[in-house]
């Protein structure tokens, strides 16, 4: 079964970058019929799809988020990693990295995600 899991530091300073990683088992990144994504929910607030990135390396962004957003990815590694710049409080939320099935706007597998915390 695919699994996922994040890691990273659960509070980040304001305006410094949030970095967290997602480390895939149980299936392949570069494996066409799927793309890789990470998803937030904030605080009393629903479900907020930031980017994802393809199995031959394109990404695509939440507009909104863009300016601030990298996702990148380590295929020796099997993991994509998310970087989100100039964070603010607002950013507050828990981060989860998950698969995306290209076929539709959906998502089978989600890692447990991680709280990550913007201190003020």
């Known amino acids: 079964q695919v699994q996922l899991q994040e890691s990273g530091p659960g509070l980040v300073k304001p305006s410094q970058t949030l970095s967290l990683t997602c480390t895939v088992s149980?299936?392949?990144?570069?494996?066409?019929?799927?793309?890789w994504s990470w998803i937030r929910q904030p605080p009393g607030k629903g479900l907020e799809w930031m980017g994802v990135?393809?199995?031959?390396?394109?990404?695509y962004y939440d507009p909104s988020l863009k300016s601030r957003t990298s996702i990148s990815r380590d295929t020796s590694k099997n993991q994509f990693s998310l970087q989100l710049s100039s964070v603010t409080p607002e950013d507050t939320a828990v981060y989860y990295c998950?698969?995306?099935?290209?076929?539709?706007?959906?998502?089978?597998?989600w890692g447990q995600g991680t709280q990550v915390t913007v201190s003020s």
């Open positions: 990135i393809v199995s031959d390396g394109r990404t």
């Open positions: 149980g299936g392949s990144i570069t494996t066409s019929y799927y793309a």
């Open positions: 998950a698969r995306e099935f290209r076929a539709g706007p959906t998502h089978d597998y």
